[in-house]
């Protein structure tokens, strides 16, 4: 088993709050700059090509309202546009397809300038940060997610160091939704 959530412990994440009630509650993040990290809790249904296509569709039709604002500022735009973008990010799961129960649970590692923001943009608002789709797939696969946050005025050093001691612990290699 996977020795990185006694390791995060020693760096001050230990206070793990559900994904989903961070989103329905975002006063449970404090609005400051800090480090996050996000972890498995329980696997859901194994992500595949099939819920791929479908969640990428799906999206891809909801974001039909931006097609009206780009020819009104004189710009092309297809449904391509969005339907590369999410495909490149989704492309991310594949590290964690087929993980087994020993694997490591950590997903993500980040930092922001203001923690409930960076969090309420994983899951509420539109499209802003690099891993929302892959969350909303394995959220709506039925995967729990859980989130440690850190405040911390020197962030970016912060999440640093702990890609550092994460790569140490797993042969260099970062949690499979930072890889890129």
């Avoid at 819920?51 to 990428?56: A, D, N, P, S």
């Avoid at 309202?65 to 973008?85: A, E, S, V």
């Avoid at 590290?95 to 960076?118: F, V």
């Amino acid at each position: 088993m996977c020795n990185c959530i006694n390791v995060l412990a020693t760096t001050g994440l230990v206070d793990w709050k559900p994904i989903i009630d961070i989103s329905a509650n975002p006063g449970l993040v404090q609005n400051k700059p800090g480090v996050y990290v996000l972890r498995v809790v329980a696997k859901g249904d194994p992500y595949g090509e099939e819920l791929k296509q479908r969640y990428v569709a799906e999206v891809t039709q909801l974001n039909e309202h931006k097609k009206d604002l780009f020819h009104k500022c004189g710009l092309t735009w297809t449904p391509d546009h969005d339907r590369n973008f999410i495909e490149k990010r989704l492309d991310r799961l594949r590290r964690i397809e087929h993980a087994s129960e020993g694997d490591c649970l950590i997903l993500y590692m980040g930092s922001s300038k203001t923690l409930r923001e960076r969090l309420e943009q994983l899951l509420c608002k539109e499209d802003r940060h690099t891993i929302d789709h892959p969350i909303r797939v394995l959220l709506l696969n039925g995967w729990r997610i859980e989130c440690a946050c850190k405040p911390t005025s020197d962030y970016a050093e912060e999440e640093d160091q702990l890609k550092i001691v994460f790569e140490r612990e797993h042969s260099g290699r970062l949690p499979p939704l930072n890889d890129r």
